[in-house]
């Protein structure tokens, strides 16, 4: 048997899955097995896969028809038979020694049932890949009150799970359209301790996940919907939170509309969140992330959407393009 599991639902993939696999392929810890599961793509994703599968006995191909990202990823639990279960999307990355530290850190912390590691995003300038650090948290032990305030993890290709820790809690929820990760994980949470890896190790890629408003007002309606559910469940000490989660999740939806919209539909939708946002907890205009995006904004509303993302490109190239903070080890 295998140590770690590797689910991969892949749907139309084409194009990134390769090099997906490949990160997997170049880590530093071996004794794993790759199961992908391909969720009926109408593309070559299976045609690929099965020469990848060709390469390598520990890849496992399953495909099915179509039914989501949550329904495949439930799909590869039941064929995993490693001791530890990780999720990789098919266009996501992983640095070398992903695997090998976050399991060091789980052998280290046997009360833990799920590691996590600090996650980049990754987009494509010309023809070039640059790299933007979306977290540093240090929350580890029960980090679940944290994680219903924001959700610091972040990607759904971060964690490495115990079998237990995985078989304690239902799988992902197949009724939500948006923030299915965010959920799985504050029901692990619930049960169990983190540990963190304080590294740079998930490659988050944006450029093949661009999306328009309508995905943006999927994600605002199903993230309220997601937060209503997790407050059921939360004990009563901690439902005074639930302002703070909704406000720090209506900034992330702000944060979305303006990077996604090229036009004032967007701009309207994101002042109304951020302040929907202010309304519901005022001391998060404290936050320089808080006072940024309000900024944006404003030039948004005053110049135009296009204006205002060529001024911050080019601010962002001045100021971080050899940054090594940013980069992944």
């Known amino acids: 048997m295998p140590m770690i599991s590797v689910i991969i639902p892949?749907?139309?993939a084409e194009h990134t899955i390769w090099e997906t696999v490949e990160s997997v392929w170049q880590q530093t810890f071996l004794d794993y097995e790759i199961i992908i599961i391909d969720d009926g793509s109408r593309d070559q994703t299976l045609e690929v896969l099965n020469k990848i599968a060709v390469q390598d006995k520990r890849v496992k191909v399953f495909s099915y028809e179509n039914a989501g990202a949550c329904v495949?990823?439930?799909l590869g639990i039941s064929h995993a038979t490693g001791e530890f279960i990780a999720f990789l999307d098919s266009d996501d990355l992983w640095t070398r020694d992903k695997l090998e530290l976050q399991l060091a850190a789980l052998q280290k912390h046997p009360e833990a049932g799920i590691a996590y590691s600090w996650t980049c995003t990754m987009y494509?300038?010309?023809e070039s890949l640059r790299f933007m650090q979306c977290n540093t948290s240090l929350y580890e032990g029960n980090i679940y009150p944290n994680l219903l305030i924001s959700n610091f993890i972040g990607s759904g290709s971060n964690i490495l799970a115990r079998r237990q820790a995985i078989e304690s809690v239902e799988g992902f929820d197949t009724t939500l359209k948006a923030c299915q990760d965010w959920d799985y994980y504050l029901r692990l949470?619930?049960?169990w301790s983190f540990v963190l890896v304080p590294k740079n190790q998930i490659l988050y890629r944006q450029s093949s996940r661009g999306t328009i408003t309508s995905n943006v007002d999927v994600m605002e309606e199903q993230g309220r919907f997601m937060l209503d559910k997790a407050y059921q469940t939360a004990p009563p000490e901690l439902q005074h939170l639930k302002s703070q989660s909704?406000?720090?999740f209506h900034r992330y939806c702000a944060v979305l509309y303006l990077q996604y919209s090229n036009n004032f539909i967007g701009v309207k939708k994101s002042g109304k969140n951020l302040w929907q946002s202010i309304c519901m907890y005022p001391q998060i205009l404290l936050h320089e992330n808080t006072q940024k995006l309000l900024l944006k904004f404003l030039?948004?509303?005053v110049l135009s959407p296009q204006i205002t993302q060529s001024i911050i490109n080019f601010n962002k190239i001045v100021n971080d393009?050899?940054?090594p903070?940013?980069?992944?080890?």
């Open 10 to 12: 892949a749907y139309n």
């Open 72 to 74: 495949a990823r439930n």
């Open 321 to 323: 393009v050899n940054d």
């Open 189 to 191: 949470a619930a049960r």
């Open 325 to 329: 903070r940013i980069k992944p080890n």
């Open 124 to 126: 494509k300038q010309g």
């Open 246 to 248: 909704l406000s720090n």
């Open 299 to 301: 030039l948004m509303h």
